[in-house]
């Protein structure tokens, strides 16, 4: 079982939906959890991150840890076509003398406009 | 606008031939990230540098792949001898020191480089 699962879509949303990605992980220990936008070609780029259970908002996006269900979210209001792009979810937990890191596999998403 | 700057963008070269990757983390960032890109396996980890030491390299095929960070704004991962499986998208990504929480964040990738092993 990989350490995180996230379903690879791909997700086709009309422009102004709200969208919904998802990620489930199967290690307890995670204590910081982060989404990244990776356009066509280019390297990903950190959008959130947030530490333990709880919600973050910035903007149109909202991520939401829920360490009981081993369960995080990033929500996306008012979609734009701008936010085509792959979503990477991200983990990690605090380690001596290195911290540990995974991420999901991506879900691709295309706003229609 | 800080960027972590990757060389070369693309390569393209046969089995068995030796393969360097560089990159420029940002100025300031005491944390170097290599990772390696697939369809398949996504991102997976290859190493970690925090003040140029290596931290954790588990990742890496030892026997074929190496990182170093000769100094503090330049990275390298190199692989010899090349296999086709090796054929991916390479990102380093640096981070700022971490602050009060101790953790390290993979905050600014480059746009990779995509390598070819024919």
């Known amino acids: 079982q990989k350490e995180v699962e996230q379903d690879p879509g791909p997700l086709s949303v009309p422009e102004g939906a709200i969208v919904s990605l998802n990620c489930t992980y199967s290690n307890s220990a995670f204590q910081y959890f982060m989404w990244y936008r990776q356009y066509s070609r280019k390297g990903p780029e950190l959008l959130m991150y947030t530490y333990s259970s709880g919600n973050k908002e910035d903007g149109r996006f909202t991520a939401q840890v829920d360490k009981s269900s081993k369960y995080i979210s990033l929500f996306i209001r008012d979609s734009q076509p701008s936010d085509s792009a792959t979503y990477l979810c991200a983990m990690s937990v605090v380690r001596s003398p290195g911290n540990q890191f995974y991420f999901g596999t991506g879900t691709s998403l295309t706003v229609i406009p | 606008d800080a960027r972590v700057t990757q060389t070369p963008r693309h390569k393209v070269t046969e089995m068995g031939q030796e393969v360097t990757m560089r990159c420029q983390p940002i100025?300031?960032?005491?944390?170097v990230f290599w990772y390696r890109q697939t369809m398949m396996q996504g991102l997976e980890l290859l190493a970690y540098?925090?003040?140029?030491?290596?931290?954790?390299d588990s990742g890496m095929p030892k026997d074929r792949f190496s990182a170093e960070m000769p100094d503090a704004t330049l990275a390298t991962l190199k692989i010899q001898p090349s296999e086709p499986r090796d054929s991916a998208v390479y990102f380093c990504?640096?981070?700022?020191?971490?602050?009060?929480?101790?953790?390290?964040?993979?905050?600014?990738f480059g746009d990779g480089t995509r390598l070819s092993i024919l």
């Open positions: 100025l300031g960032h005491n944390t």
């Open positions: 540098f925090r003040n140029r030491a290596p931290l954790d």
């Open positions: 990504a640096s981070g700022p020191p971490p602050g009060g929480q101790g953790w390290d964040q993979p905050q600014h």
